[in-house]
């Protein structure tokens, strides 16, 4: 354990510095998107938009940033998930694409073809985002999600499937890191509706939307995770909510 500490403290400190700023930007912002019910209740229950953002910069700073990188980097290595992060040229376009790609998914996409379905959708996009939300997206979306569905997540059920069905292969088979990008990319899109219920009424619009979306995005991060390592994920995932919020500050 203090050799694991000692060789991975740089990326530690930095899931930690990443989660403690963004989940504490995240407690700022999104009382903001909330239903009136659900502020009501936060309001009963003596909440205050300082308390939601010390728990948001708790919630991910310590048990995200610090216990569940901490697993992941040991599970990853075990499955031969993990990559050190260095410049790689091949990586650049892939990262890129998936980055612009996630960017116009956000918006305008979702505005133009889940708005006209949804009013909630449509006044997503009716007022442009401030600093906490776009730091929010950026280190809580960029960074934290991506420890918790690809380099924790991911990786455990790759370890899982390959002790299940793969005992006596010397080397993981490819079908095993692709079952457990699925799995973790579906996970990663249900792990939004919870978020959505807080805000608005859930139909099957919007059931489909999270799906398609946190879904097929998710499965883009797998596939950057298994083949580049952690941080070009990360960099998709983070320049894709950035991107968006620039083009809304411009837009809207």
């Given at each position: 354990m203090k050799d694991h500490i000692k060789n991975n403290w740089k990326f530690q400190l930095f899931v930690l510095g990443s989660g403690l700023i963004g989940g504490y930007c995240t407690g700022l912002y999104i009382p903001d998107m909330y239903s009136q019910e659900m502020l009501q209740q936060l309001q009963e229950k003596g909440m205050t938009t300082g308390m939601l953002a010390l728990s948001g910069?708790?919630?991910?700073?310590?048990?995200?940033?610090v216990i569940l990188a901490a697993a992941g980097l040991i599970i990853s290595k075990k499955v031969g998930l993990w990559k050190e992060f260095r410049f790689?040229?091949?990586a650049v376009v892939p990262t890129a694409i998936?980055?612009?790609?996630?960017?116009?998914?956000?918006?305008?996409?979702?505005k133009l073809i889940f708005g006209s379905f949804s009013n909630w959708v449509n006044d997503l996009y009716t007022v442009s985002p401030g600093l906490p939300k776009i730091i929010a997206g950026l280190l809580v979306g960029g960074v934290i999600e991506e420890v918790m569905m690809r380099l924790f997540f991911m990786s455990l059920v790759t370890l899982i499937i390959?002790?299940?069905?793969c005992k006596n292969k010397a080397e993981i088979p490819a079908w095993v890191f692709a079952a457990a990008n699925i799995i973790s990319a579906?996970?990663?899109?249900?792990?939004?509706?919870?978020?959505?219920?807080?805000?608005t009424t859930l139909t099957p619009v919007l059931l489909f939307r999270?799906?398609?979306?946190?879904?097929?995005?998710?499965l883009c991060f797998g596939c950057l995770y298994r083949k580049y390592g952690i941080g070009y994920a990360m960099i998709a995932h983070g320049f894709a909510h950035l991107i968006s919020d620039l083009l809304m500050i411009i837009f809207i």
């Open positions: 910069a708790v919630q991910y700073g310590i048990f995200y940033g790689d040229k091949n998936i980055a612009v790609i996630g960017a116009l998914c956000l918006f305008p996409g979702d390959s002790k299940l069905f579906l996970l990663f899109a249900a792990g939004h509706l919870p978020g959505t219920m807080a805000m999270c799906f398609l979306f946190n879904g097929g995005l998710g």
